[in-house]
């Protein structure tokens, strides 16, 4: 099967074969080819394509999203390693409503064969036994494979085209926050505590999985970070991601241990497209996966939103917990869901620290040598409570 990995490979005569199955005998006579999400697709491409067909037909779509491997090695490396291509493919393919996320059309979708399917497992078992240093050297020499890897994956997605996307730079509104907040709320109940589709889905990881690997990762940029931002922040706060560095084992368990439901993972702004008649669509499905919910409703508020809208967070959790005791969930209180938001709020700035090399953001400056990443760091940071005594999974 010919799966496109660059723009000039969506020809026509490729649509008309792919779409073949839900569009009938039309046929693709043009193809306008348009790079959109300059600055927020860090591991893939994405690539608007409007479609000119033979004919005037109501169900054919004008234009089509197509997402496809980065061409940075760096990113494309990450992504290869946390499977993301494969795990996006197979929640749209497989998955689908039953995440109860209002999602788009999937068109169409290829992927190659993974070349090992035992390697996952066993990298795995080696981040559980070595030791932190000897797991940096393991995560250079396997990013350095999956860098070479030639496979390859394709997603043809419906556009939404009348939709508004906030620009995750420039921070959302609280009534924003707040729609998808309740939007995000109503899909945590409808997977609530879902074994059956955890045990069916492989590529649904725990939230809890390679605690050593984020220590390792922290142990590893630690020290440059605070080389580059020290001046920035208060000493405290190294200190206290210090304290979290101890703690993350029994952090990272109570946030994956029950009550779960399955997460969306990276549920932020650059991800909800909001339509004229108030619905939402919600896009990227690299990182699902399953924990306590406040970890999807923490990386949303401290990412979307700057630290001076603390006073709306009170807000903001109410409107989610009553869309989730709406939602039927009974056996997650407020006060659970509060303790859980300051234990993955401080679990989020170990996690920038810790990552902030895997991935190139060259190609995502924003302001000056500012990135989008760099952005998205001092939100977090600035949404952590220094003077929270130590955050442990009690």
């Excluded at 210090?242 to 990272?252: C, M, N, T, V």
């Amino acid at each position: 099967e010919h799966i496109p990995q660059v723009a000039d490979e969506l020809t026509a005569g490729w649509f008309t074969e792919v779409l073949a199955h839900t569009c009938g005998p039309a046929r693709v006579c043009r193809v306008e080819r348009v790079v959109i999400g300059d600055g927020v697709g860090f591991v893939g491409e994405i690539i608007r394509c409007r479609l000119t067909w033979d004919r005037h037909d109501a169900g054919l779509p004008q234009s089509v999203i197509v997402k496809i491997p980065s061409p940075h090695k760096k990113n494309r490396a990450l992504a290869e390693g946390l499977m993301a291509y494969e795990r996006e493919i197979r929640v749209y393919r497989d998955i689908g409503s039953d995440l109860g996320l209002p999602m788009p059309r999937l068109y169409h979708s290829a992927m190659d064969p993974t070349p090992a399917p035992w390697l996952e497992r066993f990298i795995m078992w080696l981040f559980e036994v070595l030791p932190l240093a000897a797991i940096n050297w393991l995560v250079d020499r396997f990013l350095g494979l999956t860098e070479r890897s030639t496979r390859r994956y394709i997603l043809v997605l419906e556009d939404i085209a009348d939709a508004r996307p906030p620009v995750q730079a420039q921070g959302g509104s609280v009534d924003d926050a707040l729609a998808a907040l309740v939007v995000l709320a109503r899909a945590h109940a409808h997977a609530w505590m879902n074994q059956s589709l955890v045990e069916a889905n492989p590529i649904v990881w725990s939230i809890g999985r390679g605690p050593k690997v984020i220590q390792a990762g922290y142990v590893r940029n630690r020290d440059d970070f605070r080389k580059r931002w020290g001046s920035r922040f208060s000493p405290r706060l190294f200190d206290r991601v210090d304290e979290i560095q101890d703690d993350i084992p029994e952090l990272i368990a109570h946030l994956a241990g029950p009550p779960w439901t399955v997460l969306h993972g990276d549920f932020r702004l650059d991800n909800i497209l909001f339509r004229p008649d108030g619905s939402l669509v919600v896009l990227d499905y690299q990182g699902v996966g399953y924990g306590r919910p406040a970890w999807d409703v923490a990386y949303f508020i401290t990412t979307a939103l700057d630290a001076e809208h603390r006073s709306e967070e009170p807000r903001l959790l109410t409107a989610y917990h009553r869309a989730l005791v709406a939602g039927g969930v009974v056996d997650y209180s407020f006060d659970q869901l509060s303790g859980d938001i300051e234990r993955s709020k401080a679990l989020l700035v170990h996690r920038v620290i810790g990552g902030s090399t895997l991935i190139d953001t060259d190609t995502h400056e924003i302001d000056g040598d500012e990135t989008l990443i760099d952005l998205i760091m001092v939100r977090t940071i600035g949404w952590m409570n220094l003077d929270q005594p130590g955050i442990d999974g009690g």
